[in-house]
């Protein structure tokens, strides 16, 4: 397996995400191939990917997984927040997330970033596990979200 930024939208990526953002979430569809190409172009976004490597001479590799890392200044430091991991359920616990998530805090700490943050629901332990063990720790922090389209 291989960790790359992606810099072009094919149409592998497109339906790596028509598989995957179900799995994500079941409220928000997958993304378009312009959606896609805007994430990929947006200056402050890092789509990374997880390449299977081990596949059939000949054949596409596969994506098993993604991650979003957004890099940000603030007047505080230069911060960045991950979003929007998923890895596919047939390669869970192979090993994906953890190498998604080491690729983008080292990518974080080469951009100058002070901070990387994230949020996961309660209910993902295994993800919660993961992000305890990669050495994330919960804050003592409200999240508030506002809602600007049903």
Known sequence: MKIEEVDVV??????AFRRLIPQLSRSNPPPSRQALEEL???PACHLLVAVDSAVAKGEPARILGSLTLVVF?????????IE????DEAARGRGVGYALNQHALG???ELGAVTVDLTSRPSREAANRLYQRLGFVARETNVY???LRA
């Open 10 to 15: 094919d149409d592998e990526l497109v339906e």
């Open 40 to 42: 990929v172009e947006s």
């Open 73 to 81: 200044p603030i007047p505080t430091g230069i911060r960045a927040w």
């Open 84 to 87: 929007d991991v998923v890895v």
């Open 107 to 109: 990518l974080a700490k």
């Open 145 to 147: 979200r506002y809602t």
